[in-house]
Each structure stands twice: as C-alpha cells, then as structure tokens.
C-alpha cells in the first residue's frame, strides 16, 4: 500500500471514535440541519428571475453561487476539510485533504413544503458518511430550491457525528449565512469560479479530553466494574421503561423516519412566560408535554402500563470548557442525562414533573460529565467496541436504552446585525434514528419567535405506525392546553376542553354550561363531561383581601406567617437530621462494599497465580496445542479433500445434465439476431449504491427475471424488483466494497430467493429472506484477502470461492461449513475469476498469471492449462452446451477455447485500449457479450460483431443476457442499471 502524502491533524478522541464505531457497524447515521431562506440578491447573482422548474440549466446558473459561498465557508473553519485514516484501526487520525471538489458534495433538490423536507432529511439520514477512504469528507450539502415560491431556497448540511455535535448546527450555518453576505456585497462575475478548491492546513478543535475535566471518580468507576463485571446477571435490576415495540434484532433495515413539528409563535411565547412564572426552563416544559404524551399513546395499554418513560438529553459541555476565544467552536463537546418517570411521577402533576426534572438535571450534572470519562476505559481493540454496541443491542430491553432522546440546540442567532437583504424563514435541526439508543429522538431548535421539533425513529421499531402520530397531537395538544388561560384570572381548578382544547376555571365555565350548554370561545355544544381535570402543583395562591390592607392587620398577618416559619423550619431540621443518619448509613454501606471488593479481587488473582502455577506444571502444552491449532486450520483445510458423498452427488447429476443437453435444441421463439442488432437502451435505474465512492461492481438475475441483484463499490448489495421497479432491500455488512453477487436459484416462481455476496473484506455472506427483508444467515472466512468471485455448483448445493490469497475454498451452502480449501504451486498471484461448467464437474478459474485452469472437482487437481494471455484473466464463461470456454483479459483480447481439443480456436481483438471486464454467453450459447469501455455482442456461429452500446458513462463491470436474449442487463461504475432490448419489441 502507498504512504499517503495527507498530513495528520490528530489523533481523535474517545467520544470521536465511539462515533465513528458506532456509524462503521450501521447503528447511526448523521446528523442534519436546514435553515430556509428568501433571498432576491442570490438569484441576482446567479441571473435568475423566477424558476418553475429545476433543470440542468438552472443547476449550472447556481452551482457557481453554491461554490463561491462553500468556498469563503471551508476558509473559515478548517474541520470541513478533513478525513479519517485508519477508522477500524485503534488509532485514526484526522488528516488534511488539501483539495476539495465541491461538485462532489453538492446536490440541487426541489423543496417546497414540510413534506418534501421530511423526504429529503429522511433520505439523507439513510445514507451514511463514507469514512472508509482517508480521502473522503465528513459532510455534504443540499441547496433546495422552491418553485411554488419566489426566491426561496433551503440550504441543508449533513455531517458526521465525529465531525461535530448538534450544536455545531448554529456554527455551520451561521458560516454559511455570512459567506452568502460577503458572496452578496463582492458583486463579482462568479461564473469562472470553479468546484475545486485549496483548502490551506489550518489546527482543528481540539479533543472533549483536552477541553472539559472529565476524569470520573473512584466512586463511579466502583460502581460501573461492580455493575458490570461483578454482580451477576440475575442480581442486575431490569429496566422497566418503554423501549419500542420490535425488537432491534428483528429490524434489518436501518432506515429513519421523520416528522416535523412547528410550535406557534403565540403558544411559543405563552411557555416563554409560564416558564419564567413557574421558574423552570422551556426545555422542562417540552421535555414534561413529551414524557405525558409519550407515556398515554407509545405505551401500550395493558400489558404496559406499568412501564417507565425513560429520557436522555444530551448536554453541551461548552460551557464548562476551556476554548480560547481564538480556536474554532466547532466539535464534539456533549454528554447525556438520563431522567425516568413511572407512573407515580407522571400522575405529580404537570408543573412538579417540570421541576423535579430540572431540579434533577443540575444536581446530576457532575456525573453526567464524569460518565464520558468512563470511554477511555473501553477496549482499544476495534471488535471490542463493535461488541460492547453489539451486545447492547443484543442484551438490552427490545435493544435500546430509553424511550425518548430530547436534545435541544436552544436559540440560533447567525449574526449581531441582521441583513434586510436575507430573510430567515426557518431552522430544522435532525439525528438519524439510533438502533441501541433511544425509540424515539425528538430534536429541538429555536429561531426567532418559533419553535421547530423534529421526532426520529428507527422504521420498524414503532408498531402500529399510527402510534407515533398519535404521540407527536397529544404531545402538540398538551403544549397547548398548558399555554392556554382564557379565564383572565389564575385558576384554582383548572379543566379543559375535550373539544376545543381551551382552559377554563371550572366554576366559571360549569355555571357558563348551566345557562347556556355551549363552549364559550367555538360555540359547540358542551357538557360536563367533555370536561378533563387537569392536576396542577403546587395551588396558585389568591391575592390578599382587601380586609388585609389596615397596619393592624398587616402585623397579625405578618405574625401568623412567622409562626408558620418557624414550624417549617423546625420540620426541616428534623428531615436534616434523618437525612444525615442515612448518609452516614450509606457511607458505612459503600465503605463496606469497597472493603468486600478488595477482598475478592486479591482472592481472585491469587487464584490466578495458582492456577497458572498448575497449569505450568501439568498443562502448559494446552494453551501451545491451542496456538497451534489455531494457526493451522488453513494448514488443515488444505489437506481436506471433498466427501465422496458429495462427489457422487455431482456425478449423478453431470449424466443427467449431460444426457439432456445433447437432445436440447434452440427454441423457435429466440431473439433473432436481426433483432440483436437493433438493441437499443429502453429502460433502466439510475443511480444505484450511491455514496461517496459510487459504482456497481456485480450483477445477477434471478431464473424467473423478477428479482436483480448487485454489488456496490459502497460495501453494501442491493435487491431491485423488477416488476414493481422499486428497491426490496439492501443488504449491508461488508466493510469494504462488495466483488462479486449470486441468486441460489432455488426458490418458487415470483418469491425471493437465497443471494451470495463476496466482497474485499476477505469474506462471504450467504443472505435468507424474511418477511422484514434479507438478513445475513452464514459469514464465511476462509480467505486471508481479497474475495475476488463465487461460483455456484449445477446441485445449487455448493459454492466455490476464489481470492487474492492464491486458494479456492469450497462450501456447503446450508451449513454455511467450507469443506475444503485448495492451494497450487501454478497460481502465486491471486485468483481473479471462476466459474463451474455446466455439467458440475468442472471448474474453470483465472488468475492474476494470465493463465487459465481447468479443474477436476473429483480429485481437485487441474486437468487442463490454457496459457496465452499475456494480462490477468477478468473473467470467463462456458457456453451452455459444455463445449466452449470463452475469457478475457486485461491484454485486450476474447479467447475461445474447445474444451474437446483442448485447444484455443478463435481470438476476439478489440479496438487498442478498449478494457475488458466481463464476458456471458446467453442460455442457448447464440450470443457472446463482452463489457468493459462499451458493450459488444458477437454471434457465436460466425463471431460476427453484431451491436457495440456506449451509453455507459463509466466502464462496465458486468452484464447478463434475459430469457431467450430478449433483453440484456448491463452494470457499471456509473452506478446505473440499463436495459437493452430489440428496437422493434421483438
């Protein structure tokens, strides 16, 4: 591997790379914030009166705008212009990425409406930041673009977790506002800027660690080892609090969905005064409405109703940092406060709740701190991690660790001075759903007089779906009735209406219905028992009577309080008294539990050494024996040879396949090759695995044509249905990009069927459907590198896989078990290619040697050579009827070979510097494709070249002929799926 020339920023920090472990094994996504604007003078500058639509003309008159803009934002904060080396590793570094290419962050969208922002943020969070690649950024934008209104745009930024945290969202876009100010007041020509931009190194913020003190205390670190490691499972409390309604395990599909919710300005300012007159904070006030509503809609009634409502809020610790004015503010400085309420607490009233939320958030605030401390603690292996996240997922209550998240941002204010010129219509702030976090992730952010929400959730874990609109009204009708007071005075009893939602005094509005039987404000009908009870703590105090306004009374008043203080005050001091006895009780406790910790870790190691002292005695040669088996399974596998059992399975069927193949004959409705050669693009999809590092790699079709499945660049496989042209499923687990893809062929007409995926990670996964999608049933390591092809045996029974590690391995598909793995003295470099003949007992490879081998599957040796490629073998195939072997290679050229003489009887030369990936023959073997710079097609009878396709913008890395030739599916690093038919439907 090259050194990489990208100088190193530093190394990230605990929190940092908990974030990147968290996003590398799919259990979060990224993090997003859109602000709408109205700005005539930018469409100025882009010469644009009014768009109606969103062409490619449009998108060209903008992009200079966008690019000058990101260009003064990446001047300003340097974190924007780095990657990650090494993010698996146990130390990754941020390094500086010297150039950047905006047009690869930058994509242009129609935004018109809350739901279309809902659609884009949803797919946004879908699809994760790509850290695999040093080279790749941490963020990328959307420029929305409404055309229902004038001058309307919607500036979106998604950004990686270990970039930044939610309040990073006011920096980065408040940097955007004044870069769209300074773009404003330059009042240049902007056409000649270009996408490519030198970012100079500049130090990024520096680490949480370095920044905040969070060492933990011994008492904290006692308690989590004695938590953790100590007490045994059964002795551990169970939560209790509503975590979802589907199991994490169960959801295979990673997907957020997402609501928008706007507070109105009036009721926004109504919690403004109530906070201030209860003395608690708006963020109380909304944190209460959620946990109510929360705990009357998610928790199911029943069965559940005993159940907490479990919170976590994150909690910026800028505030309790040392950040010189002169280092950038954006960062990942945040922890979590975690508040449970049951049911006695729910039913102490809205305003207690309040309180005694707040209350509990301030005295908590130390810990809090001290628990981001704990992660130095966790294992620098990177399995370590993924299995501390794993086993949350795995151990923990339905997966997940509290009911809802509520992280607030606060105010965002982008400058001191507002600019006329540039009108702010909203903020949106969103997280992708957590699969080990909370259910439900509400996000809060104000600007100006509004409130905005947005609530998250991972799709599935919430069942019905319906549940969560009903949580997200009750949430929006609690808010309400508590910043509705309609009675003009203070309420003693409060209730409200079940129709109309408003508050009353209940005297006032029972006597209102005596006389009148309507609601005072709509007009409805009304009766006492539309009316709820509403609790309120502690009572509102009424204003003195005039009786108490004379001196003398004044004094007696005065007196009787005293008198109440006093007795008050002597009350405390009892509860002081009984508070001090039980600290001391608990301090003796706690004393006593250090004491008996002590005891059992020197009784532990001392039972350590003697057992290591027994084990040198009379087991010392166990743990050498262990070693060496683990380091000879290869050793081992390559002495295996297949069953016989399963050789005479194979030659069972090679009589009958090759008995039926000599009677086989062309059907009479097969493509022409008039026909052929009228192929022309007729349909497609486009783009698939989209990502950073974009392309497809593989491709297959399943035997009824329903299902098409291929392999990505982006690590991930993909399921098309073709019949509904929608995507069923993606499939992900691989960390690197995904070499080769394959349908068992096994399953009925029009259900889906058992996929194989190989991938550079060195592994193969074989994938079972389910009613929720496909989920990865066997992972199979028996390659050391690069997995670079599978090929399924005629008993649909077994698979062949071959790899860089110069071995073929063979498997039992519904052990998912290898049977044997196979090394020769004639392959050195690393397979390329292999593929089985028809009749099960052959098997063709190629190999990085530019040779070609022949292999007998009975004794698994190989039976013919076929040397002269001059370039590695990409690829092979064998005509349908056994008797040709066509390949390709990097020198340029198609050979074809007689496998009854042995014999290389036809060479294929292509146009000088025309690559060749990939070579199929049809079901009937009348036509010979070939893809790599374009697409060709030959007739296998004269080896006339009969179309050549272009219309890829990328090389082809595989294509596949459909039933009787009617179609062809081609793939490539373009990311498209095309179709190519008969121009005249034949």
Not at 192 to 213: G, W
Not at 942 to 966: I, M, P, R, S
């Amino acid at each position: 591997m090259e050194k990489s020339n990208l100088k190193v920023v530093r190394p990230l920090g605990n929190l940092e790379r908990l974030f990147v472990i968290r996003q590398s094994i799919g259990y979060y996504t990224n993090i997003c914030s859109a602000v709408r604007y109205q700005c005539e003078d930018l469409f100025a500058l882009a010469s644009i009166d009014r768009i109606t639509e969103l062409n490619d003309n449009i998108k060209n008159q903008l992009r200079p705008v966008v690019y000058g803009i990101l260009t003064e934002l990446l001047l300003k904060e340097p974190a924007l212009s780095n990657g990650i080396r090494g993010p698996m590793t146990t130390r990754p570094l941020y390094v500086h990425i010297p150039t950047i290419d905006l047009s690869q962050l930058v994509r242009f969208d129609v935004i018109c409406s809350d739901k279309q922002l809902e659609k884009v943020l949803e797919d946004e969070h879908k699809i994760p930041l790509d850290h695999s690649t040093e080279t790749n950024l941490l963020w990328r934008m959307v420029f929305g673009v409404n055309i229902e209104r004038a001058h309307e745009i919607c500036v979106i930024f998604c950004w990686h977790h270990s970039m930044a945290d939610g309040m990073s969202a006011h920096i980065l876009q408040s940097l955007f506002y004044n870069a769209l100010r300074k773009i404003m007041d330059k009042k240049s020509d902007l056409s000649s800027i270009s996408p490519m931009v030198n970012v100079p190194y500049a130090p990024m913020f520096r680490p949480l660690e370095e920044t905040v003190d969070i060492k933990p205390s011994l008492g904290l670190v006692l308690k989590e080892v004695i938590n953790e490691f100590v007490l045994p499972s059964f002795m551990k409390p169970t939560p209790k609090h509503y975590v979802g309604d589907v199991h994490a395990m169960e959801i295979n599909n990673f997907y957020t969905v997402l609501k928008i919710v706007s507070i109105s300005p009036d009721e926004f300012k109504s919690l403004i005064s109530l906070s201030k007159q209860q003395k608690t904070t708006l963020h109380a006030i909304v944190h209460t409405a959620l946990m109510l509503s929360a705990h009357r809609h998610l928790v199911n009634s029943g069965k559940d109703e005993a159940k907490e409502i479990s919170t976590d809020t994150p909690v910026s610790l800028r505030p309790y940092g040392i950040l010189p004015e002169t280092e950038p503010t954006m960062g990942v400085y945040v922890t979590k406060f975690h508040f449970a309420a049951s049911t006695k607490d729910i039913d102490m009233g809205f305003w207690n709740l309040a309180k005694k939320y707040k209350s509990e958030l301030m005295k908590n605030m130390k810990t809090s701190i001290q628990y981001v401390g704990l992660l130095k603690f966790l294992s620098s292996d990177t399995d370590g991690w993924e299995e501390y996240l794993a086993n949350k997922r795995r151990t923990g209550p339905m997966g997940r660790i509290a009911s809802l998240d509520v992280s607030n941002i606060k105010v965002w204010k982008p400058t001191e001075n507002e600019d006329k010129r540039i009108k702010i219509l909203d903020f949106i702030f969103s997280q992708s759903a957590n699969v080990t976090g909370p259910v439900v992730i509400v996000n809060l952010v104000t600007y100006g007089d509004r409130l905005n929400c947005t609530v998250t959730y991972q799709e599935g874990a919430i069942e019905p779906k319906e549940k969560l609109d009903k949580f997200i009204d009750g949430f929006k009708w609690v808010l309400a009735t508590i910043a509705k007071d309609v009675s003009g005075e203070a309420l003693q009893e409060p209730v409200a209406s079940r129709k109309s939602g408003h508050i009353y005094e209940k005297r006032l509005i029972l006597k209102y219905i005596a006389d009148n039987g309507r609601d005072p404000i709509t007009g409805e009908d009304i009766a006492e028992e539309d009316l709820l009870d509403i609790k309120t703590s502690p009572k509102i105090i009424k204003p003195r009577p005039p009786q108490l306004s004379s001196i003398p009374s004044m004094i007696s008043a005065l007196q009787n309080e005293w008198d109440s203080l006093m007795l008050e005050t002597f009350t405390l001091k009892q509860q002081y008294q009984e508070v001090r006895q039980e600290l001391s009780h608990a301090l003796y406790q706690h004393d006593a539990a250090c004491r008996v910790i002590a005891r059992l870790i020197k009784e532990r190691d001392a039972a350590r050494d003697a057992l290591a002292k027994v084990q040198a005695h009379i087991g010392a040669s166990v743990s050498q024996e262990d070693t060496q088996e683990n380091q000879s399974v290869d050793v081992e596998m390559l002495d295996r040879r297949i069953d016989s059992g399963i050789i005479e399975k194979m030659s069972e069927l090679n009589a009958v396949l090759s008995k039926g193949r000599k009677k086989r004959k062309t059907p009479p409705n097969f493509t022409s090759i008039d026909a052929v050669k009228s192929y022309k693009w007729t349909s497609g999809v486009a783009p698939m695995h989209v990502s950073n590092a974009s392309g497809i790699t593989s491709l297959d079709i399943s035997p009824n044509g329903h299902f098409v499945l291929t392999g990505g660049v982006d690590n991930t496989a993909i399921i098309y249905n073709s019949d509904k042209e929608r995507i069923d499923s993606v499939l992900k687990g691989h960390t690197q990009e995904v070499t080769d893809v394959l349908w068992r062929g096994k399953a009925d007409p029009g259900h889906p069927d058992i996929a194989f995926t190989a991938s550079a990670d060195n592994n193969v996964k074989i994938w079972q459907p389910s009613d929720g999608g496909y989920f990865a049933t066997s992972k199979i390591k028996a390659h050391s590198a690069r997995v670079t092809g599978i090929a399924l045996n005629p008993t649909l029974d077994y698979l062949v896989s071959v790899s860089s590690d110069s071995a073929w391995a063979f498997h039992d598909i519904e052990t998912g078990k290898t049977l044997c793995r196979i090394e020769s003295n004639e392959v050195q470099n690393g397979y390329t290619a292999a593929k089985f003949h028809p009749d099960a007992l052959l098997l063709g490879t190629g190999t990085n040697d530019s040779m070609v081998h022949i292999w007998d599957m009975k004794s698994q040796n190989i039976v013919a050579p076929f040397p002269g490629h001059t370039g590695a073998v990409t690829a092979l195939a064998f005509s349908e009827n056994g008797y040709y072997l066509a390949t390709t290679s990097e020198d340029n050229l198609v050979r074809l070979w007689d496998l009854r003489k042995l014999t290389n009887f036809k060479v294929l030369t292509l146009p000088k510097n025309n690559q060749l990936n990939k070579v199929v023959w049809d079901h009937a073997g009348q036509y010979l494709a070939v893809g790599g710079t374009d697409v060709r097609v030959f007739h296998s009878k004269t080896w006339e070249e009969l179309v050549v396709l272009t219309d890829n913008t990328a090389e082809v890395t595989d294509l596949k002929f459909g039933e009787l030739a009617k179609y062809l599916a081609v793939v490539g690093l373009d990311g498209s799926l095309r179709y190519y038919s008969p121009e005249s439907g034949e």
